[in-house]
T-cell receptor, first 113, second 110 residues
């Protein structure tokens, strides 16, 4: 049973470009969570999604960031017009049901030049 | 709101030394508590968990006890190995999200 798969592992973007981060949850998991880890910091919650629904986006920046989890395919975290401050590791987690243990992917490390 | 505070690192120990990483929390209700470990260049792995007061979580020689009276969940290991070098995160479950401490980097010297 494959774990949570994130790609790419590393992503380099120039300021102003768009970044798309993908997350495929574990098989049988329909709940996806995105977290951001700034250098030397812990992980901070961004958004919680179920299939086709955003349940909690209280941790998402108000502008440039969006997330989706379509009926088919992976969850996508999209960052428009990236800035240097967006450089971080972005982790995805999944769980089979709300309130269950979350399993984490290996993360995508975004570097903005 | 809910929060987690853990001791700052880095922590450097010799192999076979005793390890304690302190963690305290602030929470409403009765959250579950976790320790996650992040090895270099990898994602987070759940190390152990406890879901109610006085529960002891254990795995790979690591232990932590959910202490409601002191709001603590300290991580301990009796004899560390070089392979335990990693960043350790204390965390609690809050509603739909996990709230993490800032992490403690552990270096084990051979």
């Amino acid at each position: 049973n494959a774990g949570v798969m994130q790609n790419p592992r590393h992503l380099v973007r120039r300021r102003g470009q768009e970044a798309r981060l993908r997350c495929s949850p574990m098989k049988g998991h329909s709940h996806v969570y995105w977290y951001r880890q700034l250098p030397e910091e812990g992980l901070k919650f961004m958004v919680y999604l179920q299939k086709e629904n955003i349940i909690d986006e209280s941790g998402m920046p108000k502008e440039r960031f969006s997330a989706e989890f379509p009926k088919e395919g992976p969850s996508i975290l999209r960052i428009q017009q990236v800035v240097r401050g967006d450089s971080a590791a972005y982790f995805c987690a999944s769980s089979p049901r709300q309130g269950q243990i979350q399993y984490f992917g290996a993360g995508t490390r975004l570097s903005v030049l | 709101g809910n929060s987690v505070t853990q001791m700052e690192g880095p922590v450097t120990l010799s192999e076979e030394a005793f390890l304690t990483i302190n963690c305290t929390y602030t929470a409403t209700g009765y959250p579950s508590l976790f320790w996650y470990v992040q090895y270099p260049g990898e994602g987070l792995q759940l190390l152990l968990k406890a879901t109610k007061a006085d529960d002891k979580g254990s795995n790979k020689g690591f232990e932590a006890t959910y202490r409601k009276e002191t709001t603590s969940f300290h991580l301990e290991k009796g004899s560390v190995q070089v392979s335990d070098s990693a960043v350790y995160f204390c965390a609690l479950s809050g509603d739909d999200k996990i709230i993490f401490g800032k992490g403690t980097r552990l270096h084990i010297l051979p």
